[in-house]
């Protein structure tokens, strides 16, 4: 057993150990490599589905705090925070919701999304003050990442959340991990040993994103800013979310293309009053109201 504590807290770590399968991945042809990571990846979704209970309850935990005003704010160390600043940044423009709605911070601040800043993840303090600067209160939810489960800047952030009385979901690729005893949900893939030895932006990081795309995209659809399987809370912010707006409203409507672009237009480019303007035959105010008296959720107000 290693004398360095820390040595010993990475020998019981699954994403830290050795994996059998790619030992002499070194000895390897470039398509004998690729082949064994993607069979090392067709794991990921398995451990995913493992878990798929407590990430509906992180869920239901993020749909409740935006309901009453509250923010989705995810909290983690190199490509744990970076996959949540990813996550947060794609938001605005696919759901319309408002920047800072959901936010992304990363131990080192914005030089570490594209620079290495190592150091910055045993910082506890620095986990905290994050928070404490973007004024963290009881109506947010924290997401803490972190591949091991035992990063410091995460279980700081997590801590801190936890005392003001803010909900708290904790996403690690080890069972029982330490960000796991510190939040109200804990969401434990276990993808098991990398390909490369502790690399975790590997089969951990994919997981991580599979688990963040639905926490996000979850919450949103049950939040009425899907209809059907449509996006019909899109800001179309250039030429391809413009097209993709007509698309959007002629897939919903089934009307042509010059209709749905009119619609558009009437609707100041907003895709719900459009769709409800050639579905239920309002003008523009009358379907802004009716969305408005339905929470802006397009099935209900049909």
């Known amino acids: 057993m290693p004398k360095n504590p820390l040595l010993q807290d990475l020998a019981r770590l699954a994403s830290e150990g050795r994996n059998p399968d790619t030992l002499d991945i070194d000895t390897k042809s470039a398509l004998d490599i690729v082949t064994l990571i993607n069979q090392q990846d067709k794991a990921v979704p398995d451990a995913v589905e493992k878990v798929l209970p407590a990430i509906a309850a992180a869920v239901e935990l993020i749909e409740a705090a935006l309901r009453r005003g509250g923010r989705l704010i995810y909290t983690g160390a190199g490509t744990s925070g970076r996959l949540g600043v990813l996550d947060a940044s794609e938001c605005p423009p696919t759901f319309s919701v408002p920047h800072g709605m959901v936010l ?10 594209f620079t290495a800043q190592e150091g ?27 591949a091991s489960g035992r990063t410091p800047y995460v ?21 029982g991990s330490v960000i796991g005893q510190e939040a109200d949900i804990a969401i434990e893939p276990e993808v098991g040993p990398e390909v490369i030895t502790g690399s975790t932006r590997l089969k951990a990081g994919t997981a991580q994103k599979l688990v963040l ?11 009425g800013k899907v209809y059907q399987n449509l996006m019909v809370d899109l800001h179309a912010s250039n030429h391809k979310l413009g097209a993709r707006a007509i698309r959007i409203v002629m897939q919903a409507t089934g009307e042509n293309e010059s209709t749905a672009a009119r619609a558009l237009a009437a609707a100041n480019n907003e895709v719900k009053p459009a769709i409800l303007m050639l579905l239920a035959g309002l003008n523009a105010t009358e379907a802004r109201a009716r969305l408005q008296q339905h929470q802006g959720v397009l099935r209900q107000a049909l």
């Not at 910082?123 to 109506?139: A, P, S």
Request: a negative charge.
């Open 120 to 146: 910055a993840e045993d910082n506890t303090q620095q986990g905290e003050q994050d928070l404490h600067q973007i004024n963290l209160t009881n109506k947010d939810v924290v997401v803490g990442i972190a």
């Open 104 to 113: 992304g911070l990363i131990a080192g601040g914005e030089a570490a999304m």
């Open 213 to 223: 795309n639905m926490l996000s995209t979850a919450a949103m659809i049950r939040l």
């Open 155 to 175: 279980v700081g952030g997590l801590r801190y959340a936890r005392r003001l009385g803010a909900g708290t979901v904790a996403l690690a690729c080890n069972a």
